[in-house]
T-cell receptor
Framework: DAGVIQSPRHEVTEMGQEVTLRCKPI?????LFWYRQTMMRGLELLIY????????DSGMPEDRFSAKMPNASFSTLKIQPSEPRDSAVYFC????????????????FGPGTRLLVL | AQKITQTQPGMFVQEKEAVTLDCTYD???????LFWYKQPSSGEMIFLIY??????QNATEGRYSLNFQKARKSANLVISASQLGDSAMYFC??????????????FGKGITLSVRP
């Protein structure tokens, strides 16, 4: 089975440009998560969806960031306009529904998109 | 609020020896899950092992085992017979149960492990 698919794998853009990151979760998974990883802040959860509906976007840094999940097999994370401080690795992850937190419903991560904003 | 603490500096281990990576957590929720992920230099996040708060036995997955001490709130990862390919960053993560967010993972800062030949 294919894992979580992310594209592009690398993105270099100039400040002010719009950036769109894409994610295809594992088929059948109910949850989709977007994370950002930097040296300074580690791994941060930006937003997550349950059955295509955003549940918690409290980690989204500011209005320049937006995420959508138009269907169960596709999600986008958009940054507009991009800034140098947005440079990071962005991960998408997915999992089955978590019945209780002590249930082992593992989040499986995509390979990440390495974003560099000049 | 839940918190994961990984405070070890970079760890070094000789090939074929065992190593323990420390993780302590803080939560008041009785129901939670603990995860370990590996991130090699290539960047992907690889799931290693899981421990549920109600599990009676320590989790094991091949060369990985989790030393779960509930009273101490620790969930240390033990890697036996280290291999060169184990050199990576290792993250401990926790999921707690509260309304509407029982799928959310909180990650520690990670520990770098280097395996020496």
């Amino acid at each position: 089975d294919a894992g979580v698919i992310q594209s592009p794998r690398h993105e270099v853009t100039e400040m002010g440009q719009e950036v769109t990151l894409r994610c295809k979760p594992i088929s059948g998974h109910d949850y989709l998560f977007w994370y950002r990883q930097t040296m300074m802040r580690g791994l941060e959860l930006l937003i997550y969806f349950n059955n295509n509906v955003p549940i918690d976007d409290s980690g989204m840094p500011e209005d320049r960031f937006s995420a959508k999940m138009p269907n169960a097999s596709f999600s986008t994370l958009k940054i507009q306009p991009s800034e140098p401080r947005d440079s990071a690795v962005y991960f998408c992850a997915s999992s089955f529904e978590v019945l209780t937190s002590s249930h082992q419903e593992t989040q499986y991560f995509g390979p990440g998109t390495r974003l560099l904003v000049l | 609020a839940q918190k994961i603490t990984q405070t070890q500096p970079g760890m070094f281990v000789q090939e074929k020896e065992a190593v323990t990576l420390d993780c302590t957590y803080d939560t008041s929720d009785p129901s939670y899950g603990l995860f370990w992920y590996k991130q090699p230099s290539s960047g992907e996040m690889i799931f290693l092992i899981y421990q549920g708060s109600y599990d009676q036995q320590n989790a094991t997955e091949g060369r990985y085992s989790l030393n779960f001490q509930k009273a101490r709130k620790s969930a240390n990862l033990v890697i036996s017979a280290s291999q060169l390919g184990d050199s990576a960053m290792y993250f401990c993560a926790m999921r707690v149960e509260y309304t509407g967010a029982n799928s959310k993972l909180t990650f520690g800062k990670g520990i770098t492990l280097s395996v020496r030949p």
